[in-house]
């Protein structure tokens, strides 16, 4: 029997024996391990990896039942144009928290009993995904329960809409006129809550948040049930909504009290930027370096950014020598801003620009372009809200152009101009559409999609960074100008590094951060306000913003080790590296490399020498 038919053959029957015996999820797990052992390590290179590994399956089944959780735990709001309704995603109650973690529990105590060394490489890196995966669930919903823990003794109503939101998810008959007394005392313990929360001077921001979202999520589980009832049963429809307009008007007030009484608890005083975010600290900024699988400290990355930094500066003084400007390289970044596009035209620009980059990589054979990805990408325009807190376009399955509009200031219509000139959009185009955003969308959801929840900023945006720096290094920016610009996108990839990590070491302010962009990079200064205050407000992780260039640099550091060495050609490496999906980059180089892995693992690879 050739190995491939011995595994399906291994597979049915097992499939077939667990049918009639009802044995456990654990038992396929180890079926699968074990058929991984008998096919995986001889054709490691096999189709089947493509899509797959032993472990995909459990990985399914963890997100579905999670999302299963999620959903039922979670209240309803009536779509009335159609028979499926919209779930309200809300704080999680106590008793969903608790839920989610028993689920935690059962896959982390069943990987342990899975036999690690018996799979692939694939399944190995997705069972280390998938444990990490699962251990950050484990702490967020833990630290969600702490806050909560701090807060409940402002909801002693809670309870109680807690209770009755549980009849109404089978349908339990209840008693109107015993739900109009119910919404009485409810009506006294929240205006009690509200007096002892008035009297709350101020909360710590995380702890206000919480307080906010748990009324606003309360609010919706007491409509959701509301609505299930009323008009429906006619003793509850007779006796209920009186009360409850009063109930919920309360909670609306109550809920945007909650949410006045938090204050950023941090030594940094306002310095007029308007700006608000909370700085995490030394200790959290290292735990969530590990978590994306980055051995370095926040100030070995600073010494990194500066060093990336050093780099850049004599880069752009060739290029602002070569433009007649000397060493005044902010003359010569003035002169490629003021090259803007007449107003209408940027679109037209963005195509000319995306047709550039996509034939010098297909000249030099870079990467393989499916004929409908490079057909189907769109093409939209930016709010101006949004370009408040995104001054340049973004990509994905789309561009998204930021340019002014006729409700914008003049002065804000032209910092957004200059800000969006064709030299600095030549060398960020690729980044937003093909090979970066717009193809990982496009290949992501084609090639094991089941990893989605394993994606990280160091790979989203590191692999569309990797490819600025690729272009640079091919030759893509022949001329100064266009050296300009790429260099400009450089820098303030370096100094999104050293600012963030400054700031949420509680070193800089808002407003140093903002100041040193407008000097050290020469950004404009409303472009920086808008990048400052996407880092800070824009919903954000405190990696989001150094996962560009650090994820980047992952991705040179392995195309120097499997591309340089000869091991691969581009397009191998580009199309593999692309097909594994968003997976933080070195799990990628275990899987590239063949590395040997432990069910252990931690994070070590040093991809970049400071020194």
């Known amino acids: 029997m050739d190995k491939p038919l011995r595994k399906r053959t291994l597979i049915r029957r097992y499939k077939n024996k667990l049918n009639k015996t009802g044995k456990t999820q654990l038992a396929l797990w180890t079926l699968l391990a074990l058929a991984g052992n008998v096919y995986g390590q001889s054709h490691p290179s096999s189709v089947l990896y493509d899509q797959t590994s032993e472990l995909a399956g459990p990985i399914i089944q963890y997100e579905q039942d999670i999302d299963a959780i999620r959903d039922f735990y979670l209240p309803y709001e009536v779509n009335e144009r159609s028979e499926y309704q919209f779930k309200v995603y809300v704080l999680n109650s106590p008793e969903q928290r608790s839920r989610l973690l028993q689920i935690d529990s059962t896959y982390l105590a069943d990987l342990k009993k899975v036999d690690f060394r018996g799979l692939s490489i694939y399944g190995q890196a997705d069972y280390l995904m998938l444990k990490k995966e699962i251990a950050k669930h484990v702490k967020n919903l833990s630290e969600e329960n702490t806050r909560y823990d701090q807060i409940k ?100 007030s109550f809920t945007e009290l909650a949410s006045s009484k938090g204050k950023i608890s941090t030594t940094q005083k306002d310095d007029g930027s308007g700006i608000k975010g909370k700085p995490i600290g030394r200790k959290a900024l290292i735990a969530q370096l590990n978590d994306e699988f980055i051995p370095y400290t926040p100030e070995e990355l600073i010494e990194l950014a500066n060093k990336e930094f050093a780099w850049c500066d004599k880069e752009m003084l060739k290029a602002s020598r070569q433009m ?30 995306y047709n550039d980059a996509i034939d010098f990589i297909k000249a030099r054979d870079l990467i393989t372009v499916p004929p409908l990805a490079e057909e189907t990408w769109g093409m939209v325009m930016m709010s101006p809200k949004r370009q408040l807190v995104n001054p340049f376009f973004t990509g994905g399955k789309e561009i998204s152009i930021s340019y002014p509009t006729n409700s914008m200031a003049y002065d804000d219509r032209l910092m957004s101009m200059r800000g ?37 900023p160091f790979s989203t945006e590191g692999w569309a960074l990797y490819w600025e720096m690729l272009l640079w290094d091919q030759g893509f920016a022949q001329k100064p100008e266009e050296r300009v610009g790429m260099l400009f996108w450089r820098m303030h990839r370096c100094a999104r590094i050293i600012f963030s990590m400054s700031y949420h070491l509680n070193r800089w302010t808002p407003q140093q951060c903002i100041d040193f962009l407008v000097d050290r990079v020469g950004h404009e200064r409303a472009n920086a306000e808008g990048e400052v205050r996407r880092s800070f407000e824009g919903g954000y992780s405190p990696l989001y913003q150094v996962a560009y260039l650090l994820g980047g640099l992952q991705y040179m550091a392995l195309k120097h080790e499997m591309v340089d060495s000869g091991k691969m050609t581009y397009k191998q490496f580009h199309d593999a590296a692309i097909k594994e999906n968003l997976i933080p980059v070195e799990m990628l180089r275990a899987i590239l490399t063949k590395q040997q892995l432990d069910a252990d693992f931690e994070t070590k690879w040093r991809f970049y020498n400071i020194k």
């Open 324 to 353: 007649g400007f000397g060493d005044d390289w902010k003359k010569a970044l003035e002169k490629v801003k003021n090259s803007y596009m007449p107003l209408g035209h940027q679109p037209e620009l963005i195509v000319k620009l």
């Open 153 to 252: 003794i402002y909801l002693s109503f809670a309870d109680d809409v807690y209770a009755l939101e549980k009849k109404r998810r089978r349908g339990e008959h209840v008693d109107g006129e015993e739900v109009a007394k119910i919404f009485s005392r409810l009506a006294v313990n929240i205006a009690n809550d509200s007096a002892k929360l008035s009297n709350v001077k101020s909360l710590d921001k995380p702890l206000a948040n919480t307080l906010g979202d748990a009324a606003s999520a309360l609010k919706a589980r007491l409509k959701s049930f509301f609505d299930f009832y009323n008009t429906y049963d006619p003793a509850f429809t007779w006796w209920v909504p009186v009360p409850y307009k009063k109930i919920n008007g309360q909670l609306s």
């Open 420 to 456: 969006n000139n064709p030299y600095f959009s030549r060398g960020t185009v690729q980044h937003e559409l093909i090979p970066g955003h717009n193809l990982q969308y496009f290949m992501n959801s084609r090639y094991k999609p089941y990893r989605h929840e394993f994606s990280t």
